[in-house]
């Protein structure tokens, strides 16, 4: 059975960082697509930063320059590093896996930007 399970998120100033990090266990044929969501009280899910198994690499236009999305394929890990946090990415982000016509997601880790 693959799970996914989130860790790294907490409580940041404004202007600090965060690095949130999945780990997939379970077996995986194919990775086609890895991804972190994120979901603020009263607003829809959204996409944050993907990165596909090819490498190409997407981010949502708020968070261009300030976080950066990598994998780990030995570890079977996907990392988001969050540089220069403001109160706005304050949400509940969740980690995303596509391996064809299933996908898994983690639980939620909650990030709380505020002074």
């Known amino acids: 059975q693959v799970q996914l399970v989130e860790s790294g998120g907490g409580l940041v100033q404004p202007g600090g960082s965060l690095t949130l990090s999945c780990a997939v266990s379970?077996?995986?044929?194919?990775?086609?697509?890895m991804g972190w969501y994120r979901q603020a009280p009263g607003k829809e899910r959204e996409l944050v930063a993907s990165?596909?198994?090819?490498?190409?690499?997407n981010y949502a236009d708020s968070v261009k320059g300030r976080f950066a999305i990598s994998r780990d394929n030995s570890k079977n890990t996907v990392h988001l590093q969050m540089n220069s946090l403001k109160p706005e990415d304050t949400a509940v982000y969740y980690c995303?896996?596509?391996?064809?016509?299933?996908?898994?997601w983690g639980q939620g880790a909650q990030v709380t930007v505020s002074s």
């Open positions: 995303r896996l596509n391996s064809g016509s299933i996908d898994y």
């Open positions: 379970g077996s995986i044929i194919n990775i086609y697509y």
């Open positions: 990165i596909t198994g090819g490498r190409s690499i």
